[in-house]
Structures are given as structure tokens and as C-alpha cells.
């Protein structure tokens, strides 16, 4: 069974930058996508970033769009989230997941696999 592990949170300044990296193991195929996904405190995960694994489409939540960078190194099965310009409202555990579900409703649910997720914590 794929397993996820995320790495890179951390405490970070208004304004600064993190990038988050997620490895997959034990995987038997590739995936359709891969995406990240964050659950601030006191509300509901949320979609962020997604992209298709062979091609490396990707796409954002508007929150996020112009600031966060996804990529991905089929190489190595290591899915990135670049994040800069960050705001206090970043602040979340961040999820990596993965499945075959298409980049156009993945915000909506359907990944097959999750990671156990990584703080980001942003200081005003």
C-alpha cells in the first residue's frame, strides 16, 4: 500500500517562505494526480494544489494562486509545494495525497492516499 510522508513545516515570518516535500513508498503504479491539501484550526481541509502526474498540470486554489508553486520528480516519487509571500492565514497542517481522481474535482475529494501532514505555522 502507498505511503505518504510529508516534511518541511515549520515556523515561518509574515512573508517568508517554506517548501514542503512529500515522498511516496511502496507505490505499484503511478498515480493519476497528486495534490496538497490544508486543515487550518478550527475548520475544514482544504484544497490547495494539484497536478497531474505524467503531464505535471497543475492547478491552485485561489488562495494560494501566484504564491504557492507545485511540482513533482517522477524519479524520485516526490511531490513539492514551493510557498511564499506567506500570510498569517497559511497557517495549517498541510496533507499530501494522491489517487485517480482528475485534477478538475479533486478539491472536491476522492484521493485514495494521505499523508499524516506537517504544521506550518505563520507569526504575524
Known amino acids: 500500500q502507498e505511503q505518504l510522508t510529508e516534511s518541511g513545516g515549520g515556523l515561518v515570518q509574515a512573508g517568508g517562505s517554506l517548501r514542503l516535500s512529500c515522498v511516496a513508498s511502496g507505490r505499484t503504479s503511478d498515480p493519476y494526480t497528486m495534490g496538497w491539501f490544508r486543515q487550518a484550526p478550527g475548520k475544514e481541509r482544504e484544497f490547495v494544489a494539484g497536478i497531474t502526474w505524467i503531464s505535471a498540470t497543475t492547478k491552485y486554489a485561489d488562495s494560494v494562486k501566484g504564491r504557492f508553486t507545485i511540482s513533482r520528480v517522477s524519479a524520485t516519487n516526490t511531490v513539492y509545494l514551493e510557498m511564499n509571500s506567506l500570510q498569517f492565514d497559511d497557517t495549517a497542517v498541510y496533507y499530501c495525497?494522491?489517487?485517480?481522481?482528475?485534477?478538475?474535482?479533486?478539491?472536491?475529494?476522492?484521493?485514495?492516499?494521505w499523508g499524516k501532514g506537517t504544521l506550518v505555522t505563520v507569526s504575524s
Open positions: 495525497a494522491s489517487g485517480r481522481t482528475s485534477l478538475a474535482i479533486m478539491a472536491f475529494g476522492g484521493m485514495e492516499y
